[in-house]
């Protein structure tokens, strides 16, 4: 049933504009009118709908899905967590929060059982600081619904509860999916023995684009090509998969990979160097125009060069929304000219910065 809401987004600060558009997009096609609230270096964007058909709001994130956001809630106005007490009582927070949570899920919509229970903050220095109540708060609020059998694993939304701050917060829930993070930050630990810390940006990019077919994608035996490939980061991850990799840099790879019998050095241009045969895989983090890699990434797939492909946009200060359409065009009209069917999708990983990372597969 449709209500009023209030549409949480999570983003990596600094790039609240762009997730904002991300909304604005997904609203067009959901035929929902959205007010967009962004506060640069919040971390987050808040929209107001007078009325939201959460159906047709999943349909729409599926079809059209974000770029810049990390995780989108539906939910309800921001819920006040500290009313006056009672002469020497405490602050009580939990109360406001579960009975919003009764408010909201007596929607069907919204209705228990949820996946899991999150309770979330912003992703900035200041919003660290509320991890502590957040951790705080979450067993308190969990037990106060375990009488409603309200957790199911198997059940496909989650309930997510924001905390702009210490005094309200949002409820709303989203549909589950591979890759989903409290906070849209993923738990992934630096191995000791990558040589560059670009080795988090593959490992989590194959979390969000392959999800459960990850195993299956990506196995032992494999060929892959890494194109700007030096120090290793890129190559070192395929390699620890099983895959046999051709690293394409006149740069020098750092660390064990340098000396692992599945990678193959070669010391040529990336933006030059063809394989003699079709490759399994193409991985690029060329720091180079992102219209020119967003070319190049899709030739290799429209020529029959590679697969699949995972690569990098290093996007430009202003217009980084309009730069990634441009580039999505792009790639499209290359595969489309060739015939070949594909499968692509972009997004801001948290551990990319001014950049984007994109993920090319073909399907015919």
């Known amino acids: 049933m449709a209500a009023a809401a209030a549409i949480v987004a999570y983003c990596r600060?600094?790039?609240?504009?762009?997730?904002?558009?991300?909304?604005?997009?997904?609203?067009?096609?959901?035929?929902?009118?959205?007010?967009?609230?962004?506060?640069?270096?919040s971390a987050y964007v808040v929209a107001r709908a007078p009325r939201v058909d959460v159906a047709a709001w999943d349909r729409a994130c599926a079809?059209?899905?974000?770029?810049?956001?990390?995780?989108?809630?539906?939910?309800?106005?921001?819920?006040p967590l500290t009313a006056a007490p009672a002469p020497g009582a405490r602050i009580d927070r939990v109360a406001p929060l579960v009975a919003a949570i009764d408010a909201l899920t007596s929607q069907r919509a919204h209705a228990p059982p949820w996946r899991s229970v999150w309770l979330e903050y912003p992703d900035t220095n200041e919003g660290k600081a509320l991890s502590k109540l957040a951790r705080a708060l979450?067993?308190?609020?969990?037990?106060?619904?375990?009488?409603?059998?309200?957790?199911?694993?198997?059940?496909?939304?989650r309930l997510r509860v924001f905390l702009p701050d210490g005094r309200t917060a949002f409820v709303g829930t989203a549909l589950a999916a591979p890759g989903?993070?409290?906070?849209?930050?993923?738990?992934?630990?630096?191995?000791?023995?990558?040589?560059?810390?670009?080795?988090?940006k593959l490992a989590e990019a194959f979390t969000v684009f392959l999800g459960d077919d990850e195993t299956n994608l990506?196995?032992?035996?494999?060929?892959?090509?890494?194109?700007?490939?030096?120090?290793?980061?890129?190559t070192w991850q395929l390699a620890q998969r099983g895959l046999r990799?051709?690293?394409?840099?006149?740069?020098?790879?750092?660390?064990?990979?340098?000396?692992?019998?599945?990678?193959?050095?070669?010391?040529?241009?990336?933006?030059?160097?063809r394989p003699r045969r079709t490759v399994d895989w193409l991985v690029c983090d060329i720091v180079e125009q992102p219209l020119r890699i967003a070319e190049l990434v899709a030739s290799w797939i429209a020529d029959g060069a590679a697969r699949r492909a995972i690569f990098n946009l290093k996007l430009p200060m202003k217009k980084r929304?309009?730069?990634?359409?441009?580039?999505?065009?792009r790639i499209g009209a290359i595969v489309g000219a060739a015939g070949?069917?594909?499968?692509?999708?972009?997004?801001?990983?948290?551990?990319?910065?001014?950049?984007?990372?994109?993920?090319?597969a073909r399907t015919s």
């Open 13 to 41: 600060a600094g790039f609240e504009a762009e997730a904002g558009q991300d909304l604005a997009r997904i609203a067009a096609r959901a035929a929902v009118a959205l007010e967009v609230e962004a506060q640069p270096g």
């Open 63 to 79: 079809a059209t899905a974000p770029i810049f956001t990390r995780a989108i809630a539906v939910g309800g106005d921001p819920v």
């Open 138 to 157: 979450a067993p308190r609020v969990e037990e106060a619904l375990r009488s409603r059998r309200a957790q199911d694993d198997r059940a496909p939304r």
């Open 180 to 200: 989903d993070w409290p906070l849209g930050i993923p738990r992934l630990r630096m191995p000791a023995r990558a040589p560059s810390r670009s080795t988090l």
């Open 218 to 234: 990506l196995r032992p035996g494999q060929r892959a090509v890494d194109l700007g490939a030096a120090p290793g980061g890129w």
């Open 245 to 273: 990799v051709t690293a394409v840099d006149n740069g020098r790879l750092r660390g064990e990979v340098a000396g692992d019998p599945l990678v193959a050095h070669v010391r040529e241009d990336g933006l030059k160097w």
């Open 321 to 329: 929304y309009d730069e990634v359409r441009r580039c999505e065009q």
């Open 340 to 360: 070949v069917a594909c499968t692509l999708r972009i997004r801001h990983l948290y551990h990319d910065r001014e950049e984007v990372t994109g993920y090319l």
